[in-house]
């Protein structure tokens, strides 16, 4: 069965510094997004992406943070100066062209992010 | 600001039993609601969608929605050790989602 897939699977930065986290979403899925989820908080929203450009954001997507898809696979969220805040569980998730009509969204396994 | 809320649990249920989750909503705008299994560590993982008035079954699970008084639930019967999970109750509107907080269950043995 396929699925979205996020590299690594932890990654341990330096407050100041970037981190580049990626995904590879399922195939012939057209929108992408990226959430978080700071340790027993709830999952946020943070940026949805399709016909390779953003489509929404969240109040929390602010200039430090970007998103690319340079490829026809990988899906990308860059933090260019990491804070202590950013610490949390990335995930990435893709929808089909929305066929179904209910645009059932699949999460990556997700990335955790902890900055020091 | 789009929310979600869910019975803050945790809910602890005998093995066999039902276990009764409900949600809130405010953003009317919302298109349909879906509910995640997340494990602790893990990421969420979808059981089932709902987006008419009524009840929706899919094998131990059944999801109701009201939209007029914008509410959701899920019900699990004959609740297993395995369905032990913290369960996220999220609302679409366009192409994204907002999230509950999560109700953790508990399934004794």
């Known amino acids: 069965e396929p699925e979205v897939t996020q590299t690594p699977s932890h990654q341990v930065t330096q407050m100041g510094q970037e981190v580049i986290l990626r995904c590879v979403p399922i195939?012939?899925?057209?929108?992408f997004y990226w959430y978080r989820q700071i340790l027993g908080q709830k999952v946020e929203f943070l940026v949805s992406?399709?016909?390779?450009?953003?489509?929404?954001k969240s109040e929390i997507f602010d200039d430090q943070f970007s998103v690319e898809r340079p490829d026809g696979s990988n899906f990308t969220l860059k933090i260019r100066s990491t804070k202590l805040e950013d610490s949390a569980m990335y995930f990435c998730?893709?929808?089909?062209?929305?066929?179904?009509?209910?645009?059932?969204?699949?999460f990556g396994p997700g990335t955790r992010l902890t900055v020091t | 600001q789009k929310e979600v809320e869910q019975n803050s649990g945790p809910l602890s249920v005998p093995e066999g039993a039902i276990a009764s989750l409900n949600c809130t909503y405010s953003?009317?705008?919302?298109?349909?609601f879906f509910w995640y299994r997340q494990y602790s560590g893990k990421s969420p993982e979808l059981i089932m969608f709902?987006?008419?008035?009524g009840d929706k079954e899919d094998g131990r699970f059944t999801a109701q929605l009201n939209k007029a008084s914008q509410y959701v639930s899920l019900l699990i019967r004959d609740s297993q050790p395995s369905d032990s999970a913290t369960y996220l109750c999220?609302?679409?509107?366009?192409?994204?989602?907002?999230f509950g907080a999560g109700t953790t269950v508990t399934v004794r043995a």
């Open positions: 953003d009317r705008g919302s298109q349909s």
């Open positions: 992406f399709y016909n390779n450009e953003i489509s929404e």
């Open positions: 998730a893709s929808i089909d062209s929305g066929t179904s009509g209910f645009y059932e969204q699949y």
């Open positions: 709902i987006y008419s008035n």
């Open positions: 999220a609302g679409r509107n366009d192409y994204k989602l907002s």
């Open positions: 195939s012939n899925h057209l929108y």
